[in-house]
């Protein structure tokens, strides 16, 4: 999301012996030290050795950052003095401490700076210049009101890579607006596919525009660091959170364009295949089933008693199947509701065709495939204890990526940061005297 303030800031568990045979991912690192605020260890990872500034909040550049430091990048993250990110305070809190922050600030060190100052300033380009990568969501304009425009962070380090990621990109007649993933999920047409055929266009209920926009913000970084190795020379990243969700949906505009075909709502039905919904069981478990390929779909029809379907001339493409996708439901959702939940998922099995539960987050903690995957795993962490979030993206063989710590305290890395990068005790003592720290 783009923060719409002017100052930095504003802006069922595992069983072990699965988890012993999951793929490699690195094994969460120790707890860091005595207390919150003991600095965390080295890195390991693939990026090992990549510094990341993350200045960005609410959470498409922070996730981005995050990304990155689950594959080994040091990430650092600058926030406001009195004003953190927001994340600390999204959503459910115990003891005081905001968990999405634990999720969305893992890997992260963490300095407060205030960038509108000048001893904040002076200090972020000399952070800037020891970094690899800044990412930062603030509205066009602000960091050059700071001075720390990209002349300023170029001029301080050439092969810096600065990511921006805002709403609307750095021009355009809105690039100056506020605003956040969920106006991007309206004005992409994702709200207006989204929901049932009589009903309102419908947003997530999570943020899935900022979500996507991580990913495609990780992948730009990689990209452009890549480029670097050629020219030797950063460059800036543009992102608009408003185009990666509209990449993801598909060819719409490829369909208006040569055929003034606009998608509508369907529900949990495709416009493109059939069967595709979800089904309630005999015993009241909803169950989806998806038959994109007619192999598949073959295969559903005939394990639930209706072969003659498969001869139909409008059963041999996608298409066809959509446009009778009543008569596919019929079938489909009267066999499974006659049978409990587990004999639809033996059956399918047996047939190998595709089902699966629908699942709240109770069952993905049970679900033995994800135990087996490691999905979600346990960090130690020195506030709360043991916590089970989502496992790195990916599995690499030879250089896996890991949870090191989860989301530190505001500031806890301040000092060490700052000392690291050569400032003297009474240097960071000025700084907190100007109000910068």
Known sequence: MTPAGAAAGDGCAHDPAARSEAPARAAPGPAAGPGPAAAPGPAPGPLAGLRVLDLATLFAGPLAATLLGDFGAEVVKVEHPERPDPSRGHGPA???????????????????????????????????????????????????????????????????????????????????????????????????????????PTLPPFGLADSIAALTCAYAVMTALAGRERTGLGQVVDLAIIEPILTVLGPHPLWYDQLGYVQPRTGNRSANNAPRNTYRSADGRWLAVSASARSIAERVVRLVGRPELADEPWFATGSGRAAHTHVLDEAVGGWIARHKAEEVLTAFEEAEAAVALVYDVRDVLADPQFAALDTVTEVEDPELGPLRMQNVLFRLSQTPGGIRWAGRPHGADTDAVLTELGLTAAEITALRTEGAL
Do not use: C, H
């Open 94 to 200: 115990k003891d005081g401490v905001g968990l999405w922050w634990k999720l969305l600030g893992r890997n992260k060190r963490t300095i407060t700076l205030d960038l509108s100052t000048p001893g904040g300033r002076d200090t972020l380009l000399r952070l800037a210049a020891t970094a690899d990568v800044v990412i930062e969501n603030f509205r066009p304009g602000t960091l050059e009101r700071w001075g720390l425009g990209w002349p300023e962070l170029s001029a301080a380090n050439p092969r810096l890579v600065l990511a921006r990621v805002t709403a609307f990109g750095q021009q355009g007649p809105y690039a100056r607006r506020p605003g956040f993933g969920t106006l991007a999920e309206a004005m992409s047409g994702f709200a207006a596919i989204t929901g049932d055929p009589d009903g309102p």
